[in-house]
């Protein structure tokens, strides 16, 4: 059984960075198979593609975050980062990481979820 769980603060101040970890069970993040991929929601709209990473690092991400926006990974600990630069009230949402089934080209598991405010 595939689990991810995303943690990290649950607020953030204005310009500051925002960072979150999405912890994999079950499953290799290094698997040829899967990308690992992080979309959010804001609270009131529809869900949106931040980026994803594939089995060999490379990393693609939406061009509206494409500047503030970094996704990298840690094998020894089979663990997913996202960084997003220079926070705005409107980065305020819930953050998910969930797995891409490459030949679907579809997400077959995520997280919970984890809700982030950027506020002073």
């Known amino acids: 059984q595939v689990e991810l769980q995303e943690s990290g603060p649950s607020l953030v101040e204005p310009s500051h960075t925002l960072s979150l970890t999405c912890a994999v069970s079950g499953g290799s993040i290094i698997s040829s198979a899967y990308y690992w991929s992080w979309i959010r929601q804001p609270p009131g709209k529809g869900l949106e593609w931040i980026g994803y990473?594939?089995?060999?690092?490379?990393?693609y991400y939406n061009p509206s975050l494409k500047s503030r926006a970094s996704i990298s990974r840690d094998t020894s600990k089979n663990q997913v980062t996202l960084q997003l630069n220079s926070v705005t009230p409107e980065d305020t949402a819930v953050y998910y990481c969930?797995?891409?089934?490459?030949?679907?080209?579809?997400?077959?598991?995520w997280g919970q979820g984890i809700q982030v405010t950027v506020s002073s």
């Open positions: 969930a797995r891409v089934l490459r030949a679907a080209g579809s997400n077959d598991y």
């Open positions: 990473i594939t089995p060999n690092a490379n990393t």
